[in-house]
């Protein structure tokens, strides 16, 4: 009776150890998961705050000076320009070599140009230039595909008596020109 009893325990503990052997699932260091399934270390326990997203790439001349792209003023209609921005990083730079930009309206007697900065983001980039004197110009847009930028431009602080662009804003749609930027200013 002894042996019998002492078989049935040792088939019962060899069923078990067989069903928790078999069901145990190993890690290997190929193995991927977070701390909270099993899978190993994962920072995911600490408390990080979301990588912010790198700001889009508006570097090079974008023109559309040719039959191409769009310049649209309310006071003085439909033209033809070029934005060409120089950007580090997030900031879009002014200065000798900096960004300029150069548009011209159908009319053939209204035009404007000149040195403008600002920032970009992960959406899009505003910036701020100077016309003349206390005449500034600021542009917001964004990528509109892979191949232009899109967006708003609307003229501050002009007076009357030294130039036209009192209350002058538009739209543009300009083309990248990998070719650069060249001057169209009559």
């Given at each position: 009776?002894k042996?019998?009893?002492?078989?049935?325990?040792?088939a019962?503990?060899?069923l078990?150890s067989?069903?928790?052997?078999?069901?145990?699932?190993?890690?290997?260091?190929?193995?991927?998961g977070s701390?909270?399934?099993?899978g190993?270390?994962?920072?995911?326990?600490?408390?990080?705050?979301?990588?912010?997203?790198?700001?889009?790439?508006?570097?090079g001349?974008?023109?559309?000076?040719?039959?191409?792209?769009?310049?649209?003023?309310?006071?003085?209609?439909?033209?033809y320009g070029?934005?060409?921005?120089?950007?580090?990083?997030?900031?879009?730079?002014?200065?000798?070599?900096?960004?300029?930009?150069?548009?011209?309206?159908?009319?053939?007697?209204?035009w404007?140009?000149?040195?403008?900065?600002?920032?970009?983001?992960?959406?899009?980039?505003?910036?701020?230039?100077?016309?003349k004197?206390?005449?500034k110009v600021?542009f917001?847009?964004?990528?509109?595909?892979?191949?232009?930028?899109?967006?708003t431009?609307?003229?501050?602080?002009?007076?009357?008596k030294?130039d036209?662009?009192?209350?002058?804003?538009g739209?543009f749609?300009?083309?990248l020109?990998?070719?650069?930027?060249?001057?169209?200013?009559?």
């Amino acid at each position: 009776m002894k042996v019998a009893k002492t078989l049935v325990v040792v088939a019962c503990a060899g069923l078990l150890s067989a069903s928790l052997f078999g069901s145990a699932s190993f890690a290997r260091a190929q193995d991927q998961g977070s701390a909270g399934d099993g899978g190993g270390h994962s920072a995911a326990s600490v408390a990080t705050q979301p990588d912010k997203a790198p700001p889009i790439d508006v570097a090079g001349c974008w023109d559309g000076s040719s039959t191409v792209g769009t310049l649209e003023d309310n006071s003085f209609g439909s033209g033809y320009g070029w934005i060409g921005i120089i950007q580090n990083g997030k900031n879009i730079k002014s200065g000798a070599h900096g960004s300029f930009y150069e548009f011209v309206w159908d009319s053939g007697n209204d035009w404007a140009y000149g040195p403008f900065k600002g920032k970009a983001s992960a959406s899009g980039f505003t910036t701020m230039g100077t016309l003349k004197g206390k005449c500034k110009v600021k542009f917001i847009g964004h990528l509109g595909s892979s191949d232009d930028i899109v967006g708003t431009y609307e003229y501050t602080g002009c007076t009357v008596k030294k130039d036209d662009f009192i209350n002058t804003s538009g739209t543009f749609d300009l083309p990248l020109n990998n070719s650069g930027c060249f001057d169209i200013i009559p």
